[in-house]
């Protein structure tokens, strides 16, 4: 076995060591013995492994793994904890449905084609959300550039995320013609689309090429989430969507790293589009190796009428959810200008430290919603990770700092539990379609929010009182999740979408 990584460990050879040592593992991977006594992977995230234990000379017990990741881009990231986690000594299972994975991984044991594309698609994330922040970094120094005021930002922000309508035609041919074509076309065209930002004679020209980009991005991040709710195993998909919200918070960081270029002189924020283009590499990757879904694949009804009494209630959820996010977020800034007097180092030290703990809460939220359940999960964090956030717009000096940093957590936690919802209750057939609506729905919500937020401030409202009220949109997510909402943890695709488990009519 060439190329890869080699684990070696040595064991005093007695007698319940050997034994422990030559039980196949049922933790991270599942292993059979092969006939030359060594063994190798059945279930697992490995492109190739082999284990084996000898004697290694004066009562010890030599074990070897050699093994390579088949995860593509984050591979690193889990190099470390593999390497840990296959240095001890395998154990037999005591939970059928986690068989002793790690914390840190999903609670099913992943095969290598799901390896490969969470892999894909973590990196496809990354793009996406590149391109979803992009105009919303740059718009403030691109309109000095140009002499526009305020009000011409309002404009170009409103007709920016109105842009929406260009991403659902994409949702409808996902269905159509299947998930990897679509998405290989999204991949590319939203970069370039958004890169064309730099060569803007004029701010409406700007505007119009992220009018069109950033939809393309959003299209590309919905289509993700599809992707990833039919390829992962029916106890990790809300661990994989903690995952993407990870890559995509990262493809986020990396465009607001970029903004510096913008104070390199006169016209510099059109440098920050031009990074745009380094996420072709990701679509020629994709373009290369991502394969179509095998739900998508399979027999399926084609085009099923939209359940609305699916739809309308998970639609509420976006609506209401986003009526508190979008502004907490974009106003916190704002906040801590206005009213605690932070000046621009301070507000990016304080976002770093209270908003890093989400990426741990995702992951264990992630993990808690797949293993433990949905509903419950969100009735517990989201009312929690609102009286927090509303906490630091209340509060100053410590207080401040740690209800911010409990609000992100804890937000980090209850996200993967709603954000998988979208995908599951829809069946093969329109689950593209309904993804591109609620994302719409999402975008509304958001809209109206800071719209009303953006006024009544203005009006002299403090910010205390205002976030407050849009957060009686949070009272409604909980209520609708409990009445309305099943619980789809441990559930086949097909189980949840009883139309996908019937043949087509011919």
Known sequence: MRGGTTVTREWPDEPDVRARLEAPRDDLLTERRRDDGAFEQVVGPFATYERTVAPGGAGVLVERTRYRL???????????????????????????????????????QIDPRQALVMGLLAAAAMSSAFVNTLFTQTVSFAADDFGVGNTGVGIAGAVVRAGIVVALPFALLADRIGRQRVIRVVAWAAPLIAALGA???????????????????????????????????????????????????????????????????????RLVYLVALIWLVVAVDISRRLPETERFERPHVVHPPLDLGRFVPIAAVAVCANFFVAPASLFQNSYLSDVRDFDARTIAMFTLITATPAGLGLIIGGRLADVRGRRRMIAFAIPVATVLVLGSFSTGGAPMWLSAFGGGFIGGIAYP??????????????????????????????????????????????????????????????????????????????????????????
Request: charged share 10%; aromatic share 8%.
């Open 70 to 108: 088949a995860i593509p881009w984050f591979g690193w990231l889990f190099s470390v904890p593999v390497r840990a986690q296959l240095a001890r000594r395998g154990h037999p299972p005591t939970h059928p449905l986690t068989h002793r994975t790690p914390w840190w991984a999903p609670p099913d």
């Open 199 to 269: 060569f803007a004679p004029n701010f409406p020209a700007l505007v119009a090429t992220q009018a069109i980009g950033r939809p393309l991005g959003l299209a590309l991040d919905f289509l993700i989430a599809v992707v990833v709710a039919e390829e992962m195993p029916r106890n990790s998909r809300a661990y994989a969507v903690s995952v993407l919200a990870m890559a995509a918070g990262l493809g986020s960081g990396i465009a607001v790293m970029a903004l510096p270029l913008a104070d390199i002189g006169d016209g510099g924020w």
């Open 417 to 506: 539990a709603l954000a998988v919802y979208r995908a599951e209750l829809f069946p093969t057939g329109n689950r593209g379609r309904a993804a591109g609506y609620l994302t719409t729905a999402a975008l509304m919500g958001g809209i109206a929010g800071l719209l009303l937020v953006g006024h009544l401030v203005d009006q002299g409202w403090s910010y205390a009182s205002v976030i407050a009220l849009v957060a009686t949109g949070q009272i409604a997510v909980v209520a609708i999740v409990l009445m309305r909402f099943p619980e789809t943890a441990h559930q086949e695709l097909e189980a949840l979408n009883p139309v996908d488990a019937q043949p087509p009519p011919d």
